[in-house]
């Protein structure tokens, strides 16, 4: 027998509830779905926005990085002119005259032979500078069929030199070739520093 009658009822009685209706199971799998549909959504848009942040990162990181290579290769270029210019100074003002100075009698040579293709038998003149005569005389071939006149005139300067076969004329001046040739290397220099600095 117990001894629940003998002990005092301490508990407050609360009016039972009616359950509440039963919910369809299709009303479940429509609010699965919902929920599955939001979460995907969240989570589509979450790894648009951090590609975009990537790729935002990775576009600012390329622009540093060309900015500095830009940089770069403008340095490498003004240091590799300031380190040319020596040289071409030295190229034209020592070696180009020497050489030239040496090959100026086989020069005019070489273009008495090409003026003479067509007209061998025409009169055929070399005019110099003064004490130049004797090395392009010794400097002529033996196969030219008419005697070729050397003389030397005060007015050419040393590097000067007139040539005339029957009515064809030419003119080699050493001196002016080697002036185009350092005005060709002043331009050079200039508009590729111009262009290292501005771009």
Same mark, same amino acid.
């Given at each position: 027998? !117990?001894?629940?009658?003998?002990?005092?009822? =301490? &508990?407050?009685?609360?009016?039972?509830?009616?359950?509440?209706?039963?919910?369809?199971?299709?009303?479940?799998?429509?609010?699965?779905?919902?929920?599955?549909?939001?979460?995907?959504? $969240?989570?589509?848009?979450?790894?648009?926005?951090?590609?975009?942040?990537?790729?935002?990162?990775?576009?600012?990181?390329?622009?540093?990085?060309?900015?500095?290579?830009?940089?770069?290769?403008?340095?490498?270029?003004?240091?590799?002119?300031?380190?040319?210019?020596?040289? =071409?100074?030295?190229?034209?003002?020592?070696?180009?005259?020497?050489?030239m100075?040496?090959? =100026?009698?086989?020069?005019?040579?070489?273009?008495? $032979?090409?003026?003479?293709?067509?007209? $061998?038998?025409?009169?055929?003149?070399?005019?110099?500078?003064?004490?130049?005569?004797?090395?392009?005389?010794?400097?002529?071939?033996?196969?030219f069929?008419?005697?070729? !006149?050397?003389?030397?005139?005060?007015?050419?300067?040393?590097?000067?030199?007139?040539?005339?076969?029957?009515s064809?004329?030419?003119?080699?001046?050493?001196d002016?070739?080697?002036?185009?040739?350092?005005?060709?290397?002043?331009? =050079? !220099?200039?508009?590729?520093?111009?262009?290292?600095?501005? &771009?």
């Open positions: 027998m !117990t001894i629940a009658h003998l002990l005092e009822d =301490f &508990g407050m009685k609360t009016p039972v509830e009616p359950a509440l209706p039963a919910i369809s199971e299709e009303l479940i799998e429509e609010q699965r779905l919902a929920s599955f549909e939001n979460g995907y959504s $969240a989570g589509w848009d979450d790894a648009v926005t951090a590609k975009d942040q990537e790729n935002t990162r990775i576009s600012a990181e390329l622009a540093s990085s060309l900015e500095d290579l830009n940089f770069t290769y403008q340095e490498a270029q003004s240091q590799l002119l300031d380190s040319l210019d020596p040289m =071409f100074k030295v190229l034209t003002s020592a070696v180009l005259p020497d050489a100075a040496a090959s =100026f009698g086989h020069h005019i040579v070489d273009q008495l $032979a090409s003026m003479a293709k067509g007209q $061998a038998d025409q009169p055929m003149q070399i005019v110099v500078s003064p004490g130049e005569g004797a090395a392009v005389r010794s400097l002529l071939p033996e196969k069929s008419v005697p070729v !006149t050397v003389r030397e005139d005060s007015v050419l300067s040393p590097g000067q030199a007139y040539l005339s076969v029957g064809a004329e030419c003119e080699i001046n050493c002016a070739l080697l002036e185009s040739i350092q005005d060709s290397i002043e331009a =050079f !220099t200039y508009h590729a520093n111009e262009d290292s600095h501005y &771009g």
